[in-house]
């Protein structure tokens, strides 16, 4: 499938599914930014389309050798280093989640798929806190402590990962990253 064709999938296999904030925005909206930012920083259409698909094994019914048999193997293991164990509890999983992403194992594009997805969801977060104030932490993320908790780990983490890359896509993703989570740990 083109990216075209993988948008079409992805809209229809989250189709139910809407964001948290702003209310009632379709879900698949958030994965096409994703993509869009992968796109913006020069990534491949194989890691658009990994982008795309990334939370497909976490938020639908479909299972990651359904991504292998209709996308490849690449995509699916892009896939699966950016899926989180919903059967963890909450702490746990975000620290595993960080775990995997940042092993030996990962491969790079992982990594650009998640920083992609923290962008757009802490941009979310940055314009609905202009908008709202921390109420929008206890209505949509129960704590901004426990959510700036789980963003500042991950960013500690990358900023480690990142430490000896020389890549420049991923260095202007960084710099886009701290910028927004500066702002939601002042405010």
Do not use: C
């Not at 259409?45 to 497909?56: M, P, S, T, W």
């Amino acid at each position: 499938m083109n990216i075209e064709e993988t948008k079409k999938f992805v809209q229809k296999a989250h189709e139910k599914q809407l964001r948290k904030y702003p209310e009632n925005t379709p879900y698949y909206t958030h994965l096409f930014r994703v993509g869009n930012i992968l796109s913006e920083y020069g990534f491949s259409d194989e890691v658009v389309k990994a982008g795309l698909l990334h939370d497909l094994v976490e938020d639908t019914d479909y299972e990651l050798d359904y991504i292998k048999e209709n996308f490849g193997d690449d995509i699916a293991k892009y896939v699966d280093f950016v899926s989180e164990d919903k059967n963890l509890p909450w702490k746990e999983r975000k620290l595993e989640y960080i775990r995997k992403l940042f092993s030996n194992e990962s491969p790079i594009e992982s990594i650009a798929i998640s920083m992609a997805d923290k962008i757009d969801n802490l941009e979310d977060s940055k314009k609905a806190h202009e908008e709202i104030g921390d109420e929008f932490f206890k209505k949509y993320m129960g704590s901004k402590k426990y959510h700036m908790w789980n963003y500042n780990n991950y960013f500690t983490e990358l900023e480690k990962y990142l430490l000896n890359k020389n890549n420049a896509s991923l260095n202007e993703m960084l710099a886009r990253l701290k910028k927004v989570l500066k702002y939601l740990n002042n405010n």
